[in-house]
């Protein structure tokens, strides 16, 4: 388990430090990175789950066995963010650069299937 709780802790922390400044880049993300956001609530409103899965992270690196069911929608929230980073950029509707953040949740995701396979199932 304790390859579990590293894991999700890691993925917590970054999380944060990544996701929660974006609540102040409204303006400059849409003045650096054209075309302007015309829809910010899909822009807050993204912020605010994603910061939600970080919370979720450190509640599961708490108790990995016993959160062990939340490690499933835990994957796929990396995977699919991911996935989609990978095809956008494939596609050219991202930047290249943007697959640090697209690269490092497919690993996550990949370390989350680990640490789900090595957490045993919480006992009743």
Request: aromatic content about 16%; overall charge positive.
């Given at each position: 388990m304790k390859f579990a709780k590293v894991v999700f802790w890691v993925a917590a922390i970054w999380g944060v430090l990544v996701i929660a400044p974006l609540y102040f880049m409204f303006d400059i993300i849409s003045r650096n990175d054209p075309p302007p956001?015309?829809?910010?609530?899909?822009?807050?409103?993204?912020?605010?789950?994603?910061?939600?899965?970080?919370?979720?992270?450190?509640?599961?690196?708490?108790?990995?066995?016993?959160?062990?069911?939340?490690?499933?929608?835990?994957?796929?929230?990396?995977?699919?963010?991911?996935a989609a980073v990978l095809v956008l950029v494939g596609q050219g509707r991202m930047h290249a650069s943007d697959m640090v953040f697209g690269g490092v949740d497919l690993v996550l995701g990949i370390l989350f299937v680990i640490a789900y396979l090595k957490t045993p199932p919480r006992i009743a």
């Amino acid at each position: 388990m304790k390859f579990a709780k590293v894991v999700f802790w890691v993925a917590a922390i970054w999380g944060v430090l990544v996701i929660a400044p974006l609540y102040f880049m409204f303006d400059i993300i849409s003045r650096n990175d054209p075309p302007p956001i015309t829809h910010p609530g899909f822009f807050y409103g993204f912020v605010g789950a994603a910061l939600a899965w970080q919370i979720a992270f450190f509640i599961i690196a708490r108790d990995p066995s016993r959160h062990r069911p939340l490690m499933i929608p835990s994957m796929f929230e990396k995977f699919t963010y991911g996935a989609a980073v990978l095809v956008l950029v494939g596609q050219g509707r991202m930047h290249a650069s943007d697959m640090v953040f697209g690269g490092v949740d497919l690993v996550l995701g990949i370390l989350f299937v680990i640490a789900y396979l090595k957490t045993p199932p919480r006992i009743a």
